[in-house]
């Protein structure tokens, strides 16, 4: 329990960023203090893997892939904590295993990858990525639904720059077979948190320390680093006294989109074939993408992003799995609703320490990733996935970030 004592050092979130950070610097100067606040009651962040029923394997909540594995630095973490890379490939990866091979889909494909170049080549201002569409576009739709799940959120919401300056790293992308959420927590093992800790108030006044308020008492530190999401902050559910209000502003036009997982139970699984990929629709930006017995589990993960994520969401878990058997008794064929049931919905917007899934830039924020990454006053450090410029919306980015923060903060400690 935090209750008026004293660090070196305080991080704020034990997500990827946070542990990330945290690790670095018990490593670099082990003679630093340091605690790790968490407002939840688990270590992990956006990264969460739970085992839902014997046999069901390790399911990933949250973020589910290696992206850039090569150079992705949790894949070297993983072999050095002994857990499993399966290098099976994505479905988006070439090889990757997909029930479509229609004309549509190829059609489909190839106005998606056009797309992207257009997107590759504009200059001038940022614009909305929903004006790079080509006008009365075949597969417009189709291309909003993949948007959705990049962003999060609505072409028409998200910018260009951004997109362009996307860099995740060489692929292929992987997994982890104990989970990436599972990854995550055990890499912050050494680490001392504090859960169900949240920060409520970071009072900067005084020269020679910084005092969080917490809802377990007042800590008073040398430097910390926040971690927290650009919802959280730009609600500003973190206060900041002085106020910071580039910050906020940073964060409010970097928002977090919304992507939310359904898992199905298969209770034939050989009915169905191994770790396979089908799109709910290639006409309907309403639509869900369904991993078919991801690494041989025996159960089928939908993937919902955008405007039908949060409308699932309110619905709740009944109606985000009759969603999905439509979806699939048109693409699988009617017997695939004897085949599935319920087993779970995740709710990411209503997650009240996080809000949402993964940040995207409005047209005209990007830039503004830098402008959340810079340290202030060489005291108050920001890191998350939010903070990476080519590698945001991804668990790699949030350990960069939280890496870079730690360094800059040994620096000025020093």
Same mark, same amino acid.
């Given at each position: 329990?935090?209750?008026?004592?004293?660090?070196?050092?305080?991080?704020?979130?034990?997500?990827?960023?946070?542990?990330?950070?945290?690790?670095?610097?018990?490593?670099?100067?082990?003679?630093?203090?340091?605690?790790?606040?968490?407002?939840?009651?688990?270590?992990?962040?956006?990264?969460?893997?739970?085992?839902?029923?014997?046999?069901?394997?390790?399911?990933?909540?949250?973020?589910?892939?290696?992206?850039?594995?090569?150079?992705?630095?949790?894949?070297?973490?993983?072999?050095?904590?002994?857990?499993?890379?399966?290098?099976?490939?994505?479905?988006?990866?070439?090889?990757?295993?997909?029930?479509?091979?229609?004309?549509?889909?190829?059609?489909?494909?190839?106005?998606?990858?056009?797309?992207?170049?257009?997107?590759?080549?504009?200059?001038?201002?940022?614009?909305?990525?929903?004006?790079?569409?080509?006008?009365?576009?075949?597969?417009?739709?189709?291309?909003?639904?993949?948007?959705?799940?990049?962003?999060?959120?609505?072409?028409?919401?998200?910018?260009?720059?951004?997109?362009?300056?996307?860099?995740?790293?060489?692929?292929?992308?992987?997994?982890?077979?104990?989970?990436?959420?599972?990854?995550? &927590?055990?890499?912050?093992?050494? !680490?001392?948190?504090? /859960?169900?800790?949240? =920060? #409520?108030?970071? $009072?900067?006044?005084?020269? @020679?320390?910084?005092?969080?308020?917490?809802?377990?008492?007042?800590?008073?530190?040398?430097?910390?680093?926040?971690?927290?999401?650009?919802?959280?902050?730009?609600?500003?559910?973190?206060?900041?006294?002085?106020?910071?209000?580039?910050?906020?502003?940073?964060? &409010?036009?970097?928002?977090?989109? !919304?992507?939310?997982? /359904?898992?199905?139970? =298969? #209770?034939?699984? $050989?009915?169905?074939?191994? @770790?396979?990929?089908?799109?709910?629709?290639?006409?309907?930006?309403?639509?869900?993408?369904?991993?078919?017995?991801?690494?041989?589990?025996?159960?089928?993960?939908?993937?919902?992003?955008?405007?039908?994520?949060?409308?699932?969401?309110?619905?709740?878990?009944?109606?985000?799995?009759?969603?999905? !058997?439509?979806?699939?008794?048109?693409?699988?064929?009617?017997?695939?609703?004897?085949?599935?049931?319920?087993?779970?919905?995740?709710?990411?917007?209503?997650?009240?320490?996080?809000?949402?899934?993964?940040?995207?830039?409005?047209?005209?924020?990007?830039?503004?990733?830098?402008?959340?990454?810079?340290?202030?006053?060489?005291?108050?450090?920001?890191?998350?996935?939010?903070?990476?410029?080519?590698?945001?919306?991804?668990?790699?980015?949030?350990?960069?970030?939280?890496?870079?923060?730690?360094?800059?903060?040994?620096?000025?400690?020093?």
């Amino acid at each position: 329990m935090v209750t008026e004592t004293e660090v070196d050092v305080a991080i704020i979130g034990a997500g990827a960023a946070g542990v990330a950070a945290g690790r670095h610097i018990t490593a670099v100067r082990p003679d630093l203090s340091l605690v790790v606040l968490e407002a939840s009651a688990r270590v992990g962040g956006r990264a969460r893997t739970e085992h839902f029923d014997a046999g069901m394997g390790a399911l990933d909540v949250g973020c589910g892939w290696l992206h850039g594995a090569r150079t992705n630095a949790w894949t070297a973490i993983a072999r050095q904590l002994g857990l499993t890379i399966d290098h099976t490939r994505a479905p988006w990866d070439e090889g990757g295993r997909k029930l479509e091979t229609n004309a549509d889909a190829r059609a489909a494909i190839r106005a998606l990858d056009e797309f992207f170049e257009r997107v590759r080549s504009h200059e001038g201002t940022d614009t909305a990525l929903s004006s790079v569409l080509p006008a009365g576009g075949r597969w417009n739709e189709y291309i909003h639904a993949v948007g959705a799940f990049i962003t999060g959120a609505g072409l028409q919401w998200s910018s260009v720059f951004d997109l362009q300056r996307y860099d995740p790293g060489p692929g292929p992308d992987w997994r982890v077979r104990e989970g990436y959420g599972a990854l995550v &927590s055990a890499y912050a093992g050494p !680490l001392p948190v504090e /859960l169900q800790t949240a =920060v #409520e108030r970071i $009072d900067h006044f005084a020269a @020679d320390h910084l005092g969080l308020s917490t809802t377990k008492g007042y800590l008073l530190a040398k430097a910390v680093v926040v971690t927290a999401s650009t919802n959280v902050l730009a609600c500003e559910r973190i206060a900041f006294r002085p106020p910071l209000p580039e910050k906020i502003d940073a964060a &409010s036009r970097l928002p977090l989109g !919304l992507a939310n997982k /359904l898992f199905m139970k =298969v #209770e034939t699984p $050989d009915a169905l074939p191994f @770790d396979t990929h089908v799109l709910g629709s290639y006409r309907d930006r309403r639509t869900g993408a369904y991993q078919i017995r991801p690494l041989g589990n025996p159960v089928v993960e939908g993937y919902y992003a955008g405007d039908l994520a949060h409308d699932l969401e309110r619905g709740g878990p009944e109606d985000a799995f009759q969603f999905a !058997l439509e979806e699939l008794k048109r693409a699988l064929g009617s017997d695939i609703g004897r085949q599935l049931s319920l087993i779970s919905f995740s709710a990411w917007a209503s997650e009240p320490h996080i809000g949402g899934s993964y940040s995207y830039a409005i047209p005209g924020a990007s830039d503004l990733r830098k402008t959340l990454a810079a340290h202030h006053d060489n005291r108050i450090f920001f890191a998350g996935e939010a903070c990476s410029t080519d590698r945001y919306s991804t668990a790699h980015g949030a350990y960069d970030t939280g890496v870079a923060a730690a360094k800059e903060l040994v620096k000025n400690l020093a």
